[in-house]
Every structure is written in C-alpha cells, then in structure tokens.
C-alpha cells in the first residue's frame, strides 16, 4: 500500500490496528493528486440545486454550466426549474471589462421568463478573478423584480468542497426568517441533508406523519423557497447529512434557538434510531403532554411493522453475500457509518471505507465501528483506490459517478449511492433495495468473464 501513498498524503491513511489513530482530515487537496473530491463551486451546487422553484444561475465561463444539469436526481413533487441549465457564459472581453451588466441582464430576462420565487447566482474562479461585485448586482436585481437574489461566493480555488458547503448554508440563511411562522405545530422539525435523489425524502415525510410530526421544510431535496423562508418556526431540526447542512443547522441554533440532531436514513438500525431520537426529543422537551405519548406508541407501531415486513425479505441476500468484501468511498462520512452497519446486517465485511469530507471526529467514529485491518482513508484518489480494492479483493465498491470507472475495470462490482442513482436506498424500502443491489451486482455472471475473477 505505502507504494502508491505520496509521502504527503501518508497521514491521511489509516489501517485500524496497526498504529494508534491519527488521521489528518479536512485539508485542501494535494496539488496533483487528482483528487476525487470537487471544487467550492460543486459544493454549493449540490446542495442548493433540489431547491426546485428557484433561479440558478452559474457567472462564469459555460464550462462550469456542465455541473448543473441532472447533477443530482433531485425528484420534485412540483416545479422542476431547477432541472434547467442557466449561464451568463463569460467571454474573454466580460474577463477584461467585467461581467456585471451581463449578469444583470441575464437576471432580468430569466426572471421575467420564468418567474421564479427566488435566484441564486452562483460564482465562480474567473468571476473571483476578475472582481464582479454579486452583492451590488442582486441587491440592485431583487428591488427591481421583488424577489430574493442570493449570491453563493462558490469561487472554486478558495478551498474544498466544504467551503462550498458553507456557501450554500450562508445563502440560504439569508431567506430563513423572512417568512410567516402561523400554523406550524409544535410537534414540527424541517429536514435538513436530504437531496430526495430517488423519491427518499417523500418516504421520510411520510414515517413522520404517521408519527404525528409537522414537516415544516425539505432543506434542500423537493425544496420550496417559502417553506425554507418559515423553516426558522420548526421545533427542531434534523440533520442528514451533517457535511452539507450541519452548519445551517448551528447558525439556525444561534439565532432562533432551534436545536438539532443528526440522523441517517441508511439501514434498518439507524432508521429506526432516527425516529426514536425525534419521539424521545418532542418527549424530553414537552414531559407533560400526554402527545408525545401518542407518538412515541405510533413510533413503535411504525417501527415494529417495517422491521417485521422486512427481515424475512433480507434473508436471502444475507445467505447469498455472507462473507464477502465491500470498500466504500463517499461524499460524506455520516453516510458511510450507515453503509458500515447496512453491510453487516447482510453478513458482508466492509474493508475499506472513506470521504470526501469527513472531519476527525466522524473518523474515529469510524474507526471504531470497523474491523480491524480496515483502510479509513480521507480524500483519496484513483491511484490509492484502485490499489486498496486490489489489494483487499474487494467484491463490491460502493460510491458515487466518478469512482465507477475504478470499480468496473478492475471487474468488481458497483453501487452508485451518490448523485445518479435512481433507486431509493434510504428508509426502510431502501434497505431491501440496497440488498438487491448489492446482489445483483456481486452475483452477476459478467465476472466470469473478466481477468480478477478468472485468474
């Protein structure tokens, strides 16, 4: 393994086992490294584009336009402007004179043909470059047409994408707190973290309100603008993925004094965890209120009858994989101690697990819930990852769009549980669905015909 480690990532590597833990995390990527993580721009693009009936506008070259279209699967029950790509498209001569008039006609004509409820206006490294003022031009915009114009200041060479993550938090915390709070429950939360990439957060809402829970906003997955404006009157927020949409949370917390938790839909465990933390929340802070009774006897109900419907239904998958090798490799390492879990439940080992964006503390979390010998590793790249799959005979690699490749020539198999899958993986569904997957994929005849499996 330590062949293929530049000597300066060697300390964002870790083997459980072999030596005490001290992973270095959170850092810009090596230069040349090829890194698998995304710019600052991604970052808040990610986050901000399930926002359906809103304007997204990336200033910059129409280069950076091509991570804008169907990034995310992003389901919406409604308006779908978000599936639209829109740039000011910079030219050499916008580099040299500026691009705010640009821009600013761009604003006027697209809002005036779509009619959105709000716009985000995205920059991007030339616009960083070259100094546009974003601030002037969308304050100028939005007391012209009478809608929010954010600016996301997503400048990609500023940092990693966690800096784009803060972008995005940054602006939508500038539309929390400007709407009408009247009707909100005090048995109510907003939901933070989830991209509703295949239909997941409609699953949730529905757990919920059988629960007897208000869901007051999707943040940011089938988002709506006046639901995020009125989020500020939820009782609680709760986190999915704590990378992404942590911070809004904290700033949420500091201003309006709204608390949060973190949750993880993945698995049969941390799903049904989730839904007790929020009953046990709303019983802790209203003791008296013989509704939180009703809800946490509904959050048992709800619980024991999806566990019961799918525990059978696992079993064959479970003797079919037992003893096989899964690797991970995601954006956020909240995600991964799911997987973790979700693999054990099926009887397979995880041997290999890692992030984009975790922090220390969710890596010695995930230190401590692997085996050992387990490879914990903190923006890797293809390189590293090709030789750690190789080197663990790894038989199935969960992981997003870029990390395909890696996997399907090497011949091992792969699961997307990033931004193109189509097939809800979270919930109490979602866990059938990802053992399906995962069988499918490993089972697959195909690898009798491919080199690992032949030699």
Not at 46 to 51: D, G, T
Not at 299 to 317: G, I, M, N, S, W
Not at 371 to 381: L, S
Request: charged share 25%; hydrophobic share 40%; proline share 4%.
């Amino acid at each position: 393994m330590g062949a293929v480690l530049l000597k300066e990532r060697e300390n964002q590597v870790h083997v459980k086992g072999e030596k005490p833990f001290n992973l270095v995390c959170n850092k810009d990527s090596l230069a040349g490294a090829v890194s698998q993580r995304a710019c600052v721009f991604c970052g808040s693009r990610v986050v901000l584009y399930p926002i359906a009936d809103a304007l997204h506008l990336v200033h910059g070259p129409i280069g950076c336009a091509v991570y804008t279209w169907d990034i995310r699967g992003a389901l919406s029950s409604g308006p779908e402007l978000h599936r639209l790509s829109f740039s000011t498209d910079l030219q050499e001569m916008d580099v040299i004179f500026g691009g705010e008039k640009k821009l600013r006609r761009a604003l006027l004509e697209l809002i005036a043909r779509h009619s959105p409820k709000a716009a985000f206006v995205y920059s991007t490294c030339i616009v960083g470059i070259i100094g546009d003022d974003l601030e002037a031009v969308c304050k100028d915009v939005a007391a012209e047409t009478g809608i929010p114009v954010i600016p996301v200041q997503s400048e990609g060479f500023k940092g990693n994408k966690r800096a784009g993550y803060q972008a995005a938090c940054d602006a939508m915390f500038r539309l929390i707190g400007t709407g009408d709070t009247a009707g909100i429950s005090k048995f109510s939360l907003n939901i933070l973290g989830d991209f509703n990439l295949a239909g997941e957060i409609w699953m949730v809402r529905e757990y919920y309100e059988r629960m007897g829970i208000q869901v007051v906003a999707n943040i940011t997955g089938d988002g709506r603008i006046a639901d995020i404006c009125r989020a500020h009157g939820a009782a609680l927020n709760v986190v999915q993925c704590s990378g992404s949409t942590m911070q809004l949370a904290k700033m949420m917390e500091e201003k309006y004094g709204t608390p949060a938790i973190r949750v993880s839909y993945f698995g049969i465990e941390d799903m049904s965890e989730a839904l007790y933390d929020i009953a046990r929340f709303f019983k802790k802070k209203y003791p008296d209120d013989p509704e939180t009774d009703r809800i946490m006897e509904r959050t048992k109900a709800l619980v024991q009858e999806k566990v019961r419907d799918l525990v059978p239904k696992l079993e064959p998958y479970r003797k079919a994989l037992a003893g096989k090798k899964a690797a991970i490799y995601v954006g956020g390492s909240f995600k991964a101690f799911s997987l973790v879990k979700a693999f054990r439940l099926i009887d397979m080992q995880v041997v290999m697990v890692g992030s984009q964006t975790g922090t220390e503390e969710d890596y010695r979390e995930l230190e401590a819930i692997t085996d050992p010998g387990t490879v914990i590793v903190d923006d890797a790249n293809p390189l590293e990852l090709n030789s750690f799959l190789k080197e663990k005979g790894v038989d199935v690699f969960v992981g997003g769009v870029k990390e395909r490749p890696i996997a399907y020539k090497l011949g091992i198999g792969f699961c997307d549980h990033n931004h193109e899958r189509k097939e809800a993986l979270a919930g109490f569904e979602g866990m059938l669905n990802f053992a399906k997957e995962v069988y499918s994929s490993v089972m697959s005849p195909v690898w009798r015909f491919v080199p690992r499996k032949a030699a």
